[in-house]
């Protein structure tokens, strides 16, 4: 049974679909059109038969009112053609009470039995003059037993010509299940067609923009087939956006690297022809190097940190925001010393606690200090102002703000205004806080501030209302996660 079975499931594996359904349906189809001709035959000899046994008993119930006084033996006029009127006999109880001639019918005990009164009347099957009879046995009067008896070779012709007429439409009915079942499998599995195409020549071209045709339709009327090429092409425009999404990182990225590999190679050049330099030469030749190559390793750590799209789920901690946000300030006072920051934190905030990564959310924190101070004026200026109330942190800059045109760009990877593009940074800092934000739940806005400057707040969301750390690209552990977090740069 084993080796039938692996059989049976090798066959199945190794036959299309389209034919496996085909031939489901044609033997579904088949068998219910089989089914119903066998019904039919059984109803046809059974009512055939049923109408023979009616005209038996209406014979017998004549003869028994006509022939009350008749004598043992067979009756006159009967049994000429064996055909209506019935053929009929009279047989007693007492074999010495028998005629003088034979019986027509045969007569045995249980006829015998019904003459007697020991049994029910019953009907037989014979044959006789070479024809086949249907014979009914009944009790006439006391001690003796009519038989009565009716050709029944017309019944079995009737029920072979049904059988020859069934057994026709049952090989029609399998033939049209079988054209049923190809067209059912066709039509059915046209859409199921469409996407293994659609699928294949993605595979092949490799390019996400093909699309599945939907048939028209009105909306949330759909069938499971129409739902999945809609889900398949929704599938095929993220992925599609994804390897847009991909190709411009990388695009990008080449491109914002091309520049310091360019001074580093030069300056690595330049170094090793140190025989030639002065010392104050060599000097700034080395500074310039170490600037550069932190530069490098700054912009591939904000790399690797916007391209981690699958991690492993980190560990998460019981964080207070307003703890890590006075730790970022404090840390901003030192990296920015010409530069003021004043922090607010109502009592609501200060007792907030959520779960996170601290790393991630110091990294947010800090990339937003950092955009701001490196746009707002220097002291004796405004300064930076910083308010955690609630559960919405708010940094606010005195500086130019951001233009129109700007403000849908913020946090796209590498876009740098045209006011930012002589400062120092490569344009991922927002990018990196906002795609650390999604991570933690969390929602960053940028906007511009009344009287001058600009606005970002960072809204946490309702513990279980939004995804958290891990769920999103970017979250994690990883590099920069549990190393101190690097300076951010603005749009």
């Given amino acids: 049974m084993s080796a039938r079975r692996r059989l049976g499931a090798r066959w199945r594996r190794r036959r299309p679909v389209r034919t496996r359904l085909a031939l489901a349906a044609s033997a579904a189809v088949a ?23 009616l005209n038996l008993t209406q014979s017998a119930t004549r ?17 000429r053609f064996l055909a209506a009127p019935a053929c009929a006999q009279v047989v007693p109880a007492d074999p010495a009470d028998d005629p003088g001639q034979p019986y027509l019918l ?43 008896a009716l050709r029944s070779d017309t019944v079995e012709r009737g029920v072979r010509q049904a059988a020859v007429l069934l ?14 079942g190809f067209w059912v499998s066709r039509t059915g599995l046209a859409p199921v067609a469409r996407l293994t195409a659609a699928a294949e020549r993605i595979a092949a071209t490799r390019d996400a923009r093909h699309r599945i045709e939907l048939p028209p339709g009105p909306p949330g009327r759909e069938d499971e087939v129409t739902r999945l090429a809609g889900a398949f092409n929704t599938m095929l425009g993220e992925l599609e956006e994804s390897v847009a999404v991909r190709r411009r990182l990388v695009a990008d990225a080449s491109h914002e690297l091309r520049t310091p590999l360019t001074a580093l190679r030069t300056n690595a050049e330049l170094l090793a022809k140190g025989d030639r330099l002065t010392p104050a030469q060599r000097e700034r030749a080395s500074a310039a190097l170490g600037r550069q190559l932190r530069e490098v390793t700054g912009l591939v750590g904000d790399l690797i940190e916007l391209a981690r799209d699958e991690e492993p789920r980190p560990l998460l ?15 901003a006072r030192a990296h920015w010393p010409a530069t003021g920051f004043e922090l607010r934190v109502d009592e609501e905030a200060a007792a907030l606690v959520l779960p996170g990564v601290p ?15 490196k746009f707002g004026p220097r002291l004796p200026g405004p300064p930076v102002e910083v308010e955690f109330t609630g559960r919405t942190v708010t940094v606010r800059d005195h500086g130019p703000g951001i233009a129109p045109e700007d403000l ?11 006011s930012a593009r002589a400062l120092p940074g490569s344009g991922l800092g927002l990018a990196m ?57 603005g749009a």
Avoid: K, W
């Fill in 31 to 53: 068998l219910v059109a089989v089914g119903m001709c066998l019904a039919a035959f059984a109803v046809i000899r059974y009512e055939l038969a049923h109408q023979l046994e």
């Fill in 63 to 79: 003869t028994v009112q006509s022939e009350r006084d008749a004598e043992p033996g067979v009756l006159a006029g009967e049994c």
């Fill in 106 to 148: 045969p007569v045995d005990g249980p006829v015998r039995q019904v003459a007697a009164g020991q049994r029910a009347p019953y009907y037989r099957q014979t044959v006789l003059q070479g024809h086949p009879v249907r014979v009914l046995t009944t009790p006439l009067r006391r001690g003796q037993a009519l038989q009565v």
């Fill in 167 to 180: 057994t026709g439409v049952g090989a029609v009915g399998v033939a049209v299940a079988a054209g049923a």
């Fill in 317 to 331: 901690e019981e964080v207070r925001p307003a703890a890590l946000l006075e730790h970022t300030v404090a840390a």
């Fill in 359 to 373: 790393a991630r959310l110091t990294r947010l924190l800090t990339n937003l200090l950092d955009n701001a101070a």
């Fill in 408 to 418: 849908p760009h913020v946090f796209d990877r590498f876009y740098r205004a045209g």
């Fill in 433 to 489: 806080a906002r795609q650390i934000a999604r991570a933690h739940g969390a929602e960053l806005t940028a906007a511009d501030a009344p009287g001058g400057g600009a606005v970002f707040r960072l809204l946490f969301a309702e513990p279980g209302t939004g995804p958290g750390p891990g769920t999103g690209p970017g979250a994690g552990t990883g590099p920069g996660a549990d190393s101190p977090p690097l300076t951010g740069d």
